[in-house]
């Protein structure tokens, strides 16, 4: 059974940082697409970051130079590391996961909270 479980969200001041986690359970990471996406109330989904099999990333024009996503090969996890927080990130957080099958995965999210 394939499980997504996101984590290291919360409450942060405008300006700070929080490092967001997504644990995968029964596939590998390191042969698949990791999706990292954000919805906040009244808006789309919005893409935020990608990392694919091989280590390259994608950003999106709203997070670029302030968003990080890498891997743990060896934990099996994804992490987003999210600096210089505005309030217009706040939001659910998800990841998803691409497997080389081309099969779509996704965790239930984790709440981001940008506010004074």
């Known amino acids: 059974q394939v499980q997504l479980v996101e984590s290291g969200g919360g409450l942060v001041q405008p300006g700070g940082s929080l490092r967001l986690s997504c644990a995968a359970s029964?596939?590998?990471?390191?042969?698949?697409?990791i999706f990292w996406h954000r919805q906040a109330p009244g808006k789309q989904r919005e893409l935020v970051a990608i990392?694919?099999?091989?280590?390259?990333?994608y950003y999106e024009d709203s997070v670029k130079g302030r968003f990080t996503i890498s891997r743990d090969i060896a934990e099996n996890t994804v992490s987003l590391q999210m600096t210089s927080l505005k309030s217009e990130d706040t939001a659910v957080y998800l990841c998803?996961?691409?497997?080389?099958?081309?099969?779509?995965?996704w965790g239930q999210g984790t709440q981001v909270t940008v506010s004074s």
């Open positions: 998803a996961l691409r497997s080389k099958s081309q099969q779509y995965y």
């Open positions: 990392i694919n099999n091989v280590g390259s990333t």
């Open positions: 029964g596939i590998a990471v390191s042969v698949s697409t």
